[in-house]
C-alpha cells in the first residue's frame, strides 16, 4: 500500500472520529449548554447527538481497515478515537465555540479527502 493511500486511511478515519466525539461531547448538557444559547438539552437532540456520534465512530473503522487488516486497523482505530477525544476534551476546556468551527473544517475535509481517494 502507498504513502498516500495510509495517510489517506488515517485522516478519514481521524475526521470521522472527530466528528463522532464531537456529536457524542453535544449530546451532554454541559457540553450543549457551552455551545449554545439554550439552557436545555431537548431529548430528541439528545438522541440524535448520541446515534449520530456512535455512528461516527463505527464508520471510521471502515477507512482504517481498507487501509490495513482487520487486527491493525482496529488497533489504529482505537489510536485515532483516543486523539481525537483527548483534542475534542482540549477543546471544550479553553474553547468551547471553536468545537463547532473545527467540526466544519473536519467535514469539509472529509469530502475533499473522499473525492480525492474516488
Known amino acids: 500500500m502507498s504513502h498516500t493511500s495510509i495517510l489517506t486511511a488515517v485522516m478519514m478515519g481521524y475526521t470521522l472520529a472527530y466528528a463522532g466525539m464531537a456529536a457524542l461531547s453535544l449530546g451532554m448538557q454541559k457540553h450543549y449548554a457551552q455551545l449554545t444559547a439554550d ?37 489504529i482505530w482505537v489510536g485515532l478515537i483516543s486523539v481525537a477525544a483527548i483534542n475534542v476534551v482540549l477543546v471544550l476546556a479553553y474553547q468551547p465555540r471553536l468545537l463547532a468551527w473545527l467540526g466544519v473544517a473536519v467535514s469539509i475535509a472529509l469530502i475533499v479527502l473522499l473525492t480525492a481517494s474516488m
Open 39 to 75: 439552557a436545555e438539552l431537548p431529548s430528541s437532540r439528545k438522541v440524535l447527538f448520541k446515534t449520530l456520534g456512535w455512528s461516527l465512530l463505527a464508520f471510521a473503522l471502515l477507512p482504517v481497515i481498507q487501509g490495513w487488516s482487520l487486527a491493525m486497523g482496529l488497533v
